[in-house]
């Protein structure tokens, strides 16, 4: 395309320019005979005719230079450094408004930017075929932002009521200080401030660093609180990969003095430093109410690497995927899922060695499955870590449950291996009120497996034990989606009865020990093999 | 269902790392060692590496029962109290028995918490709390553990000296009075162990054995010979004795070193190093090429990456497909 003096912007919809002044001229002279619509049928048809040439003929253009206003504070290199990479490799007119579109995405994504506009205009008179690439950024009025909402987060185990500040473009460097303060259901806080760090130029890919201080209490559930201070670096993230570092102090206690021999080994200080790698498709059309597509999440954790070779080793894998099935009537859906994990530690004497307890799989919780990718973790049906292994928290007189609200006097251990799976069935209610609110119902099915392969466990794991430890749990309910959050005010839920065995020398006392046991699997739908002698 | 007071298994002390030839060497976990093997009560002892500054160890544990150092006076205290094992049934009426046993317990205690923190270097404190822990969590536990011990003792820039003279002072009146109570007997009292044997027995293990040479406190102890024969002699017959009813050390699963038995050999511990420090070495190498390959891979990746952006709603109206 030869040179022209109209410009091409890429958020309106361009007028092109035809070589042929000859033809406006002929137009303007015509169009003094024509009437309106016709002048504007025949623009519309030049338009068209220009934009089916521009889209289906090859149009050589490069880009001479990248201009650059509206930055008072954005440092330059960093808006060329987004740029330039992108419109170096740009060759025809098509590339060209492809390539600012991304520019455009770009600039956007480092949210420092009220608003971008990229307009393409025409190169030096003497370079033709040439096209300048004005970018023209509006910086953000106030570089404070707040935010008050309930979030789900990676660091966190289940929903949160989070707010948090953010700092846009303090250095000029695109550099975004947010600090945020967050507390879960569960009793679990985070202080955590993050920003991203100065762009390198050899890396397109930018990194980001985040701080946080982390506490989680689960005394009511394994008898120990955990403090995590931790130094997170995202190294890549792109639609379907993010790798990340994680370097964290971690700090378990237990101030009730309660827990049990597992729980009480694993006490004390550790340092993690982790890589982490995610690989994520997600091809639903809903992430929370998804009616169709499918969903694979693979998440691999190695640990153990330097600073320090006494920190936690640990080799950890998830992996789930969903699927989502259209009924055609109601809006109804077949969602399937299965997640999977496996925790092993590594290095000498890795066979005796326990799994990290924290980083051990839990299952239970209010969670549904069917939106959540976070592994092997939700079970409908248990409550918070309630299902799996367990050992028995400490005696202490004859009140056990001293400041405990949970009254099984057990301690949820988690497992190393985990699987879940699930099928549930969404619809729409018959009342349209309902219908439009985005009221539906479903019905669920729910099945979850922990087991222990640590501390040559593995050695007596067996398909059969594998069988046995699976726990089920069916229901229906109506869920409520609300801006903030999704709600289910109403679900019934059936959990299966687990088998227990028991040895016992004594007969009175396998009976009493029986009675009492079933009582205690009843309330609590754990497993467990005791010994009463 | 089990019962914890119902039936005792075996018992399990829980301490510090053992060093400096000593079982244990943390200055509260060798009382405890000792009052268990004066007790001859069959014991295993593991040890935790990952909890220096928690004040419930030591402990002892037997099935779900757990008598933590924190509770009650003591893990010793404790066990008194829980009827498992007493050994100062007859003594604890008698007024200098408790006497000398409190001054064992405040005047040398804290001579020993100040040497060990403040007074000598910090090598000793390394050693025995935070050689297993990755460096800077060590380096930070370690001044927060001494400013901690500095407010404990009362301790400023103005009273530094004055406070270490009332210290080393109290301690060596301390010594002398036990000095002379003792004369040449086994024990303190009635020629057979009582809690004041193993408070006082683990005190000077520590003094002899894992504080540094150049310190006061282990100068002023070697002042009194029979303390220091009354000490080598219950070492030998308690502590140094491998009979097979006496403790079985174990290491704790969950911690990242190993040790096995009360007394590291010093030749197997320095190769061991080596070859730890060829490995580390090599580890570390290893990891910085690893590295600068993940660097290179994503410099290369980034070159590509732009196809994965993803566009946001175009306004332009323009349709190319």
Known sequence: ?533 | MEDGRGERERLTLVARKPCFGLPTSCPKCLPVYIYLKFSKIPFSLEFNLIRPDSDQLPFVESGDYVAYNNEKGGTIQKLKEDGIVDLDSEASGIPEWVSMKAMVESWLAEAVMYELWVGSDHKSADKIYYSDLPWPIGKILYFKQVHSVKQLLGITSDNAERREEEIYGRAAQAYGALSSWLGEQSFFFENRPTSLDAAFLGHVLFTLHALPETSVLRSKLLSHANLVNYAENLKMEYVDANSSSSSVPQTDPSSSASRRGSKPKSKPKREKTEEEKKFRRRAKYFLATQLVAVLVFLSLLGGSNDADVELGDSDDGLDYE
């Open chain 1, 1 to 533: 395309m030869e040179a022209s003096d109209h410009e091409f912007t890429h958020q309106e919809n361009f007028h092109g320019d035809d070589d042929d002044d000859d033809e406006q001229e002929e137009e303007g002279e015509d169009s003094e005979f024509m009437s309106p619509e016709a002048r504007i049928r025949t623009k519309r048809a030049k338009m068209e005719s220009l934009i089916r040439r521009l889209s289906t003929e090859r149009v050589p253009v490069r880009v001479h230079d990248i201009v650059i206003k509206g930055n008072t504070k954005t440092k330059r290199s960093l808006i060329e450094s987004e740029v330039e990479p992108i419109f170096r490799d740009a060759t025809t007119f098509q590339q060209l408004i492809r390539a600012a579109s991304v520019a455009n995405a770009q600039l956007e994504r480092l949210d420092v930017f009220d608003s971008v506009n990229i307009t393409l205009d025409a190169g030096p008179p003497e370079l033709p075929g040439t096209a300048n690439v004005v970018v023209e950024v509006s910086e953000a009025k106030n570089p404070l932002a707040g935010d008050l909402g309930i979030y789900t987060k990676p660091e966190a185990r289940s929903w949160s009521l989070e707010g948090s500040l953010k700092l846009k473009n303090l250095f000029g460097y695109g550099d975004l200080w947010d600090g945020s303060v967050a507390c879960g259901w569960d009793q679990t806080s985070e202080i955590s401030t993050g920003m991203p760090l100065p762009k390198f130029k050899a890396l397109a890919t930018p990194l980001s660093a985040r701080i946080s201080l982390l506490s989680q209490d689960w005394l009511n559930f394994s008898s120990y609180k955990e403090q995590v201070l931790g130094l997170s670096l995202g190294l890549l993230s792109t639609r379907n990969h993010d790798i990340s570092y994680n370097l964290s102090w971690r700090t378990s206690t237990d101030p009730s003095q309660m827990s049990s021999d597992t729980v009480r080994r694993q006490l004390g200080h550790s340092l993690f430093s982790a890589l982490k790698y995610a690989f994520k498709v997600d091809r639903r059309d809903s992430p929370m109410r998804p009616t169709r597509g499918h969903a694979f999440v693979s998440t691999t954790q190695l640990g153990g690497l330097f600073p320090d070779m006494r920190s936690l080793r640990l080799i950890r894998q998830e992996l789930d995927l969903r699927y989502a099935i259209p009924l055609g009537f109601y809006r109804a859906a077949l969602n399937f899922g299965i997640s999977g994990g496996v925790i092993f530690p590594w290095g000498s004497a890795y066979s005796n060695t326990p799994s990290y307890l924290p980083e051990r799989f839990f299952m239970g919780g209010n969670s549904s499955p069917v939106f959540s990718l976070r592994g092997p973790t939700s079970v409908l049906g248990f409550k918070a870590r309630g299902m799996g292994p367990a050992g028995p928290r400490r005696f202490v007189g004859d009140n056990s449950n001293d400041g405990n609200s949970d009254n099984s006097g057990m301690d949820h251990i988690g497992g190393d291996l985990a699987l879940t799976a699930f099928a549930d069935l969404s619809l729409d209610l018959p009342l349209r009120v309902l219908r439009e609110a985005g009221v539906h119902g479903h019905v669920f099915v729910c099945t979850g497996s922990l087991n222990t392969l640590t501390e040559n466990a593995y050695r007596e794991f067996s398909f059969q034990k594998f069988q046995d430890s699976f726990r089920s749990s069916a229901g229906f309910g109506v869920i409520v989606p609300t801006k903030l959050f999704r709600m289910e005010p109403l679900k019934l839920r059936f959990l299966s009865v687990p088998r227990v065995s028991i040895e016992a020398d004594d007969r009175d006392q396998l009976v009493a020990c029986h009675k009492k046991l079933e009582s205690f699997v009843r309330k609590c739908g754990l497993n467990r093999k005791r010994s009463c002698s």
